[in-house]
């Protein structure tokens, strides 16, 4: 490929551009803002970890363009496979260090509840990622490069989660009469000011999620204290050799035609498709090397988090926040969402949730809130500033390479990020998590429920490729440019 | 704020997707290429910086040249030659 490549740049030297000392400016914000958090309680260095982890996913997702959306949606849509071989080198380096994290005893990690809910959350969070312009993390890291949209898909996963979760009145007569009944056989073990058969998430919850298992694949063959359980079957057989089987149908489908070509081949030998598998991973080194870095970093991340609450002798942050006088906003088990890795939905939904709260809408008799995860002050939410630091250290990477931009929705994309980021929050909520909790964080540790999930969205995002081209075609028909598309 | 796809010279064509976020400025793009002749020349501006990473795998799978590239306060205008 032919490429001259220009810059609209000065002479100035890269440092002292104006785009540059903001970046740094976002930087030293993060650093008075810890140091600040430690001179408070040096306990805070839990929450902190949750920052600084957050900042390091941020500026990897904006290096890489990595937004597990057009993972799937990009497939359909462009044919391309960039991101969806991102993906999988950042699943196989994350289920690599997951592995020694778990052999060191310090995993912080629990299979979800397998079971009808997961492939059918994953397809209504995505057939919405196809709307918004991004995953839920890509949606964080979009707003940190001056993108309102993604800001927009924010609010509305946050504030459609908190609804969905504690929704009453017409929504109860969504579920079947059995969950109703298994949730009231539930009722009197719970404590009344929960109301576990009133609301229909509580009733799904209680009804029907609470009686399914979740298992790894070593605890589903009785291997999970095992070196043998961890390393064959949760890290090769749940996460490598899937990543490898996907890797393959991506060369096939996706890639091979156009390499074969490009390099004058018609009879290729082994090596040439080994070769050409490579090409594939390194055909955007950007993106290959966020997955490697997001892989290890996820990993990390659980480690560090596990040898904190083993230094605190503590199982949630909830504990941490009552023994240092914190005691608003902990669930009736006086905990916190607090997973302990990459995670995003849920701490979303918290602002939600605290945000109505505040306005009058009690939300803590739900048990999402009130048994699960609380509502903690956002300045109090751990895996909250997880979040924020992945929009500032998106800002941080965007500024340094001076590509960020406020940009403005129009009512159409305004529209597509409120209805796209509400059916995203509806279907995280369902499938218990996102493409990052519902996924990545469990396949990567065993889970087999996590490629149910991808199955969901992949199912989604064929439907929602399908709509949006329909959408497409309809509004360019209108459109009044000089030539119609 | 809205698509616009314009001819601005023989065998030149202009597609301005500033902005929009993902899908739009890829699906547009490809949209665009398709109905441009062999030797025809798009002039692509966008400002969605993670489109530019499909766009140029669209263009290596196509075997399309990316002739010009230049970026400017977050916007990008590139300019590519329909194989």
Redesign the interface.
Known sequence: ????????STATHWLFRKSSLQSMGVLLFVIIGSLWALSVDTRFVYMLVYVWFGLAYGLLL?YG?F?M??AV??LF???????AVGMMIAVALYAVVAAIVTLSGFSTFHPNAMGWHIVIGGAIFGFGI?FT??CAS?SLY?AG???M??MLVILAISFSQAIVVTATGWWDSLVPQSWLDSAAAKAADMPEELTITKGWFDIFTAGYIWDLKGHTTAEIFGMAETATGIVVLNTFLTAILPVGLILIALYAFY?RK?HL??AGLTAPSLSDELAGMWAMCT??K??ALAGIGLGILAGLHMYVTGVLRDHYGIFNFGELLVAMGYNNGLSIQETVFDPGYWYITTQEAQWGGWVMQQVGIENMDSIFFGLDNGLPNPLLNAPGFMSIGIILGAAVM?LAR????W????WE?AFFAIVGGTLMGIGARIGMGCNIGAFFATVTNGDPSGWVFLVGMVIGAWIG?KA??WW?EWS?SR??????? | ???????IADCE?KLDVC??????P???T???LQ?LESGDVLTLVF????S???I????????N???????????FIWKIRKA
């Open positions: 490929m032919n490429m001259a490549s220009a810059s609209a904006q363009r937004c959306a057009s949606r990009d849509a462009v044919k391309v496979p960039r991101m196809v312009g991004g890509g979009k490069e001056g993108n949209n993604s890639y156009g070509r490009r055909s955007s950007n993106t965007a001076r590509e960020f931009k940009k403005l929705p129009s994309t490729v949006f081209t497409m360019a459109n009044s440019s000089e030539c119609g598309l | 704020m809205a698509m616009s796809f314009n001819k064509w902005g929009y976020t993902c899908p739009h890829q699906m547009y490809k949209k665009a109905k400002d969605n910086p993670s530019g990473e499909s140029l795998a669209m263009c290596d799978a196509e075997g040249d990316l002739i010009e590239r230049t970026e400017n306060g977050g916007s």
